[in-house]
């Protein structure tokens, strides 16, 4: 039987860090409230001199291809996973492709939101299954920082959403590796996160730049409760089930790495699993809520401390917008 694993994890993260402080300097909002209802302190912006999603991407991609003892040209596809690509087409793959000088290879893109990372992880875990693929570089980024609206207006979703990149590269082996995804989404709640525009389906002058300047068309827009509310039935679910495909209990996970959407959600989820605090892998604190990218970020700096043994279980589970949700649950 031929597995994927994952032979290589990096991220990278913008310079600029905003404070909770800072924050209260140009919104009606408190470190105090943030931290209660988050668990946020700080995260990061992108600097446009700098940062675009795809040089954050090949950024982290580096530092994965680089801990896997391997060079961008073992890369022979990319799975990339954004919700904020460089522009509204072509993806962002295609200019990982470019900034890493990967000659014609395939570019995916997978729009998924939060559980982008978790749905890229399953397509390239089947690519690799298959035989297709070799070595797959799967790519969470993701710069929300430009979408958010940055006034007492936007604040329920400006202290929350940030940017960042992370990275993992799966290789075939014999023993696993990935043990199974499981992928779900429910459209019904479309529109309790999302980014309304550039949307096709308007009138043609609705997309005219006249027309949109006042508008909240094009910044995040949540519904935090209803958000919340499904995504602790959905983490615990999509967990359950990944347990129950494998045969194994809340008991047989070694470490857990839930999407960092919010401190609160992680520690509903800790409790229900009966997990200790060295078993559930959280940085927003630091990083605050970067969709795709921050599974990826968050096993790249467990992998660093030496979180991830081998032979551990690892569980990943994310959900958010569409609504989607996603788990996977790897040997290590
Ligand atoms: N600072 C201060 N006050 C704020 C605020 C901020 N940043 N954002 C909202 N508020 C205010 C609201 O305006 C509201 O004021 P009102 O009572 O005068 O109307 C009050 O705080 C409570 O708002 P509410 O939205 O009911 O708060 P909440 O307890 O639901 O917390 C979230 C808001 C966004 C933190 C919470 O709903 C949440 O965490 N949802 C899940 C979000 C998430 O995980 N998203 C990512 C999914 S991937």
Known sequence: MRYSKIVGLGHHVPETVITNQYL??????????????????????MDPTKDTVGNMAAKAARIALQRASLTEKDIDFI??????PDYFFPGSGV????????????????????????????????????????????VGAEIQSTAIDVSTRGRNTAVIFADGAGAAILQPSDKP????????????FAEELYVRDPGSSRPREERQPEQILDTTHF?????????????????????NEALHANGMKKEDIDLLVPHQA?????????????LRDDQVYNNIMRYGNT?????????????????????????LAAFGSGFTWASALIRW
């Open 79 to 84: 799975v990339f996973a954004t919700i904020t």
């Open 177 to 188: 590796g990935i043990l199974s995804t499981h992928l779900h989404s429910d459209g019904r």
């Open 219 to 239: 910044k995040v827009v949540m519904n935090g409760n209803q958000v919340f509310k499904h995504a602790v039935v959905r983490f615990m679910e999509v967990i």
């Open 291 to 315: 969709t795709a990218a921050s599974i990826p970020i968050a096993m790249s700096e467990a992998w660093a401390e030496g979180k991830m043994k081998e032979n551990d279980v690892i569980c």
């Open 24 to 45: 209260s300097t140009v919104m009606e909002t408190n470190d105090e409230w943030i931290v209660e209802r988050t668990g946020i302190k700080e995260r990061r912006w």
């Open 262 to 274: 919010n401190l609160r959600i992680s520690q509903y989820i800790q409790e229900k699993l009966a």
């Open 95 to 138: 200019l990982l492709q470019r900034e890493l000088g990967l000659e014609g290879i395939g570019a995916l893109d997978i729009r998924n939101a939060c559980s982008g990372f978790i749905y890229a992880l399953s397509v390239a875990d089947q690519f690799i299954k298959s035989g297709m693929y070799k070595t797959i570089l799967v």
